[in-house]
């Protein structure tokens, strides 16, 4: 039995290590809130289309960074150890949010700034390849027996907090300030408040402690010997990020992408569509822990398997019934059963990704799967729905792009079914990589 004094300094150290997340998080989220007013002020304004592409562009730029901070940052994080790594990629996350702030626009320094922006996420980028892969293994190595689940849904529910606190200072600014107001300066105020807070994030992560299965290991392998073991697994990353597919497409969809679909697709107020944000944010953050204690008992691939086949055949419907009428009301409804899948879906797939990774590669190996998805699928899921509904004229497009990613879900889902009978006792890796890594 855990005493009492065990208990707390298990909840400190989740704590701890989410901070981090938190700012993450944050930072992207506020890109793409406001991602039509940073296109207007760092592009050239040849089409509110154009600079609203090249924005959500900038916006999935920073995705292409997460593989190579994966590589790079992942082996250090598991050679140098979990608390090490996590102090550096806030450090470069920080650096990369300022620099967006405070740059100056198109009309003052040219194309310096879109090329210092770009700059500013491909860090951006770089630091978060590893920061969820971080935070989920460090949760699952001081989660208690069979509640790892549990634990590790915390790092998603993390971020979600950093969802309702972007979602909440932008109904707050876009209530005092004017659309013009916001669209000249006042979407810089969150990137500011984002950066205030970083000595803050600081001084907690600082005292975080390292885990114990890291400190157990004799052996720290190199970067030569971590990346060939990747090499080696690479079965167990491809399945890796067709499990992420589904998580990334549908989580940037019903937050980042919610405000330019409800604002430039649907017409409605800045205010509602942060309003609506704002509840999916809460519902995620319900919604996650709960299904990761419930993968504790029941198994993960059954929750795996059940919501990515909901979303496959749900998803275009309840778009297709918003934009046939569109409105607060149908938008808060079609975004808060999206959430409620999603958080399911979530809430048992990254406990099982740090089960599906060789304990000494975990770091690596999950955070390479889980950026090899957002890169490919998930951080350009605003500028592709743009894309989709400007040529094919048809509102509900997202829902199509949204079913396509649950398949491919769902695609991995069947393939690990079978494979863990050990699952619902809080390690599906040993079948799974018996099957996979050979």
């Known amino acids: 039995m855990m005493g009492s004094n065990d208990r707390t300094a298990k909840i400190k150290s989740v704590i701890r290590v989410s901070t981090g997340n938190f700012l993450e998080m944050y930072d992207f989220m506020v890109f793409g809130y406001y991602a039509a007013a940073i296109g207007r002020t760092f592009f050239p304004k040849s089409s509110e ?16 960074m997460r593989p190579l901070g994966a590589l790079v940052l992942g082996s250090y ?54 920061e969820l892969g971080g935070v989920s293994v460090y949760l699952s190595e001081i989660a208690t027996p069979g509640h790892k689940g549990f634990y590790v849904s915390w790092q998603s529910a993390s971020q979600q907090c950093a969802v309702v606190f972007a979602a909440l200072l932008g109904v707050g600014l876009n ?21 205030c807070i970083v000595p803050f994030l600081f001084l907690i992560r600082r005292t975080l402690p390292e885990t114990e299965a890291f400190l157990a290991r004799k052996h720290r392998p190199g970067k030569r010997e971590i990346l060939e073991s990747i090499a080696a697994n690479w079965r167990l990353v491809v399945l890796g990020t067709m499990l992420v597919t589904m998580t990334t497409v549908s989580f940037y969809m019903i937050t980042a ?41 029941v198994g993960r691939t059954p929750l795996l398997i059940t919501f990515t086949a909901l979303a496959l055949v749900t998803a275009y419907p309840a778009l297709s019934w918003l934009v046939s009428g569109p409105s607060f009301a149908r938008l808060l409804i079609v975004e808060l059963w999206l959430s409620f899948l999603y958080g399911s879906y979530n809430g048992a797939m990254v406990v099982f990704l740090t089960e599906l990774m060789p304990a000494h590669v975990r770091a690596s190996g999950f955070s390479i799967a889980y950026s090899l998805a957002t890169a490919i699928f998930g951080g350009f899921t605003p500028m592709i729905c743009t894309y989709l509904i400007e040529t094919t004229k048809n509102l509900a497009i997202p829902g199509m792009w949204l079913s396509f990613a649950a398949a491919i879900g769902l695609t991995a889902a069947l393939i690990t079914r079978g494979m863990q009978a050990t699952t619902s006792a809080g390690d599906a890796s040993a079948p799974v990589n018996a099957v996979l890594a050979g």
């Open 49 to 64: 289309f154009a600079s609203l592409m090249l924005s959500l562009a900038t916006f999935g730029a920073g995705f292409l």
């Open 77 to 130: 994080i598991d050679r140098k150890g979990r608390r090490a790594g996590l102090i550096l990629t806030l450090a470069l996350m920080s650096v990369g949010t300022l620099s967006i702030a405070l740059v100056p626009g198109y009309a003052s320094i040219g194309l310096f700034a879109p090329i210092l922006v770009v700059l500013g996420r491909l860090l951006q980028g770089y630091s978060a390849g590893v």
């Open 175 to 195: 209530s005092r300030l004017s659309p013009q107001e916001m669209s000249a300066y006042g979407w810089r105020i969150p990137m500011i408040v984002g950066c």
């Open 257 to 297: 992408y919610t405000p330019t679909f409800g604002g430039k697709v649907l017409h409605l107020a800045d205010r509602k569509t942060l309003i609506v944000t704002l509840c999916v944010g809460i519902s995620n953050f319900v919604w996650l822990p709960v299904m990761g204690a419930l993968s504790d008992r």
